[in-house]
C-alpha cells in the first residue's frame, strides 16, 4: 500500500478517472493495526485497484471534509469523487472489508 503525506499528494491520487482506495488511519489505533494484520491478502485479491493510506493525524482537513470519524475507514475515489466509504465500524473484519469491495461497481 502506497503511502500519501500531504493534502497535495492525496488530491493528485484521487483525480485520476481509476477507482483508488483511500485508508485513513493512525499510529496509536488497534482497529487499525488489526486490519493490517489482514488487508495484505486483501489488497493481493483486488489487485486491479489502487491502494493508499494516510494517516489521518496528518491531514485533519481531508477527514473532516469527507466525514472519516472513525479509523480505519476505506475511502473509494474515481475523478476526484467519493465514490463509496466503509466506515472503521464495519471494517473489523477480512469478510466485512471484502464485502465492501464486492458491493463496489467499480
Not at 47 to 65: G, T
Request: net charge negative.
Amino acid at each position: 500500500m502506497n503511502h500519501l503525506q500531504t493534502v497535495e499528494q492525496f488530491n493528485e491520487v484521487i483525480a485520476g478517472d481509476k477507482a483508488v482506495i483511500v485508508k485513513f488511519y493512525t499510529t496509536w489505533c488497534p482497529d487499525c493495526a488489526r486490519m493490517d494484520m489482514f488487508i495484505g491478502e486483501i489488497i493481493e485479491q483486488y489487485s486491479q485497484l489502487e491502494w493508499y493510506q494516510i494517516n489521518r493525524d496528518d491531514v485533519p482537513e481531508l477527514a473532516e471534509k469527507y466525514q472519516v470519524m472513525g479509523i480505519p475507514s476505506l475511502l473509494v475515489f474515481k475523478n476526484g469523487e467519493k465514490m463509496a466509504h466503509l466506515h472503521s465500524a464495519n471494517a473489523k473484519t477480512p469478510e466485512q472489508v471484502k464485502e465492501f469491495l464486492q458491493s463496489l461497481s467499480l
